[in-house]
T-cell receptor
């Protein structure tokens, strides 16, 4: 059973426009969420996170929105740039649990076209 | 001040052979994690070390998989009698402490023929 789902395997956006990447989760015990970006042949790099006590966190061009009632979060990138082209992974953690590991989605490949 | 490093970057082996993968975490990071990414899949948690506590092995897929960590430094992931389904990218991450942001290495691409 997939606890973190990214239902869109790919997304193509024009440079300068907004990119919206979506993520759904099933475990209501998750209370901390992260987005990682991954370029080919590199490990994932941390991008932005949000605690469940918030509904929005913004860092420059990147904003993450959390809708706890819908168990849904999204990452907005605006304006999108060609260098943003990568695979984006949504991850969740049960911060109050015993494990420190993250539960990852399958990723969404973002292509930003010039 | 280097990040997480992993070796080898690529490993091709024959079915039935044992392999050993190495991870050097960021200096001072007490927590270390191993994940696996199969083709077209997300990252799958394997094992987690935190300081001197007993490791959390709940993600290891079979008893062919084992991992060790010496203190708060290097970790090795060993896969015995490799199978074709073990082919994946094996990623290591470390964090300052439990619950802190995890920083990933570049991974080891394992191919079992």
């Amino acid at each position: 059973d997939q606890q973190v789902k990214q239902n869109s395997p790919s997304l193509s956006v024009q440079e300068g426009r907004i990119s919206i990447l979506n993520c759904d989760y099933t475990n209501s015990m998750f209370d901390y969420f992260l987005w990682y970006k991954k370029y080919p042949a590199e490990g994932p790099t941390f991008l932005i996170s949000i605690s469940s006590i918030k509904d929005k966190n913004e860092d420059g061009r990147f904003t993450v929105f959390l809708n706890k009632s819908a168990k849904h979060l999204s990452l907005h990138i605006v304006p999108s740039q060609p260098g943003d082209s990568a695979v984006y992974f949504c991850a969740a953690r049960n911060y109050g649990g015993s494990q420190g590991n993250l539960i990852f989605g399958k990723g969404t490949k973002l292509s930003v076209k010039p | 001040g280097a990040g997480v490093s992993q070796s080898p970057s690529n490993k091709v082996t024959e079915k039935g052979k044992d392999v050993e993968l190495r991870c050097d975490p960021i200096s001072g990071h007490t927590a270390l994690y191993w994940y696996r990414q199969r083709l077209g899949q997300g990252l799958e948690f394997l094992i987690y070390f935190q300081g001197n506590s007993a490791p959390d092995k709940s993600g290891l897929p079979s008893d062919r998989f084992s991992a060790e960590r010496t203190g708060e430094s290097v970790s090795t992931l060993t896969i015995q009698r490799t199978q074709q389904e073990d082919s994946a990218v094996y990623l290591c991450a470390s964090s300052l402490g439990w619950g802190d942001t995890q920083y990933f290495g570049p991974g080891t691409r394992l191919t079992v023929l």
